[in-house]
């Protein structure tokens, strides 16, 4: 996805000075526990020091990334004219407030966006695209993935994993046919999740509650904590198939349908001299048209093994941002951090390389339903809100991985 740029807030500025400081000493003190290591000296509470300034820059970095997550959520009017939305509004929150069934009230109206249905009531859009943008603005995947609205429950997509073949010819020499492509299709159902928050009447009969930032809100964490580990490692199962629910090969031998990979050749671990190398071999494992817009993923733990990396110049190779909204960088690339990507352990595929736009695929079924239940937890009314999602690699030569095993 193309990164958008915001105008740097004085707290967002500040915090990025903090991330920058705690990196720099960050940096000195493993240079001095480095350098007490080659003289076979080591030193615990140097040792102790480099992990707590390590945990400074991750705390800092985490904050930074909440506020400007903070900034980057929309207003729920979108382009679409105010008094247009004051209707859908009040109609949704008529419904959400009191129970009145939202068919009358939308036919009074006019308001054909939102049905009545046995399952509940399907939210106005401007609801639906709030949700989605929040999700945009919390979900590391929905940031870095393609994202498609579909209109039924499967998406289809035909895929040539071979290509069109092509010859040269003279300018008067036959033209035979080439060799036809390999045309497969690639199917992604969307999966149903759901989340039930709670309000008690006297909040819902409070005139200055926005019903529909509050319910935006209230699913928002919910549902992207599902959805990114879903992404990653999801079964397929009534839920998306994740990036590491594919066979792995190695990358020597991989197929379509596999994720080649690129081993350590340690178990558990990285090499103890050059460690960076296999990061570099994983960059390069990747064809050029992916490399372009790499990136790396990995969850933070990780990035706190990997950033004590040096290169063959002693030029650290993991890098602060250097402006509100920008990634940090490893060797060049920006750097992703998703939390339910594993940690390093024997066999473990806990980093990821790629152009992840082209090599996974969310999919996204219009509609939010809402279903009001004032029965099941009095005092307290449930909203039953569900969205319908899916996801799956569509190319399996944009994205490698490393694998912390022997081969």
């Known amino acids: 996805m193309k990164e958008t740029k915001h105008a740097a807030s004085p707290e967002a500025r500040a915090l990025l000075h903090e ?14 526990r480095l350098a007490a290591l080659e003289t076979k000296r080591a030193d615990v509470l140097l040792e102790e020091k480099v992990g707590r300034i390590d945990a400074a820059v991750t705390q800092a970095q985490d904050r930074l990334d909440r506020l400007l997550a903070e900034a980057r959520r929309p207003s729920l009017s979108g382009d679409v004219p105010l008094a247009r939305v004051d209707e859908r509004k009040a109609a949704f929150e008529r ?3 009191t129970g009145e069934t ?21 939210a106005p859009p401007e609801l639906e695209r709030a949700i989605l943008r929040r999700l945009a603005a919390t979900s590391p995947m929905r940031e870095i993935c393609q994202v498609r609205t579909i209109s039924a429950g499967t998406f ?10 092509a010859a040269w010819v003279a300018e008067t020499a036959a033209r035979p046919e080439t060799t036809a492509p390999t045309l497969d299709v690639i199917d992604f159902p969307a999966g ?3 989340a039930s928050p709670a309000a008690t009447q006297a909040l819902l009969d409070d005139a200055y509650v926005s019903i529909d930032e509050w319910l935006a809100e209230e699913v928002q964490d919910a549902f992207a904590a599902q959805e990114t580990s879903a992404f990653v490692s999801g079964d397929g199962v009534n839920k998306p198939k994740g990036l590491l629910a594919y066979t792995a090969a190695a990358d020597a031998s991989y197929s379509w349908g596999q994720l080649g990979y690129v081993a350590t050749g340690v178990a558990g671990g990285f090499a103890a001299s050059n460690p960076t190398d296999k990061l570099i071999d994983l960059i390069y494992a990747t064809k050029s048209q992916y490399r372009q817009n790499g990136r790396f993923v990995l969850n933070r733990r990780t990035v706190s093994a990997v950033r004590k990396f040096k290169d063959a110049q002693g030029n650290y190779i993991w890098n602060a941002a250097l402006q509100p909204g920008q990634s940090a960088s490893l060797l060049g690339f920006p750097v992703t951090e998703i939390e339910a990507m594993p940690d390093v352990a024997a066999n473990a595929l806990a980093i990821a390389f790629g152009d992840f736009e082209k090599g996974y695929l969310i999919v996204d079924r219009a509609g939010v339903r809402v279903l009001r239940d004032p029965y099941s937890a009095k005092p307290h009314v449930l909203f039953y809100t569900t969205k319908r999602v899916g996801g799956g690699v569509q190319n399996f030569d944009a994205v490698k991985l490393l694998k912390f095993a022997v081969s």
Do not use: H, I, M, W
Request: aromatic share 10%; no cysteine.
């Open 19 to 32: 991330v920058l400081a705690a990196f720099e000493g960050f940096k000195a003190a493993n240079d001095q």
């Open 95 to 97: 419904y959400v407030k």
């Open 102 to 122: 939202p068919a009358l009230l939308l036919e009074a109206k006019g308001l054909s966006e939102g049905v009545a249905t046995a399952g509940g009531y399907v």
């Open 156 to 165: 289809r997509k035909p895929v040539s994993p071979t290509g069109l073949a």
């Open 192 to 194: 149903e999740l759901y």
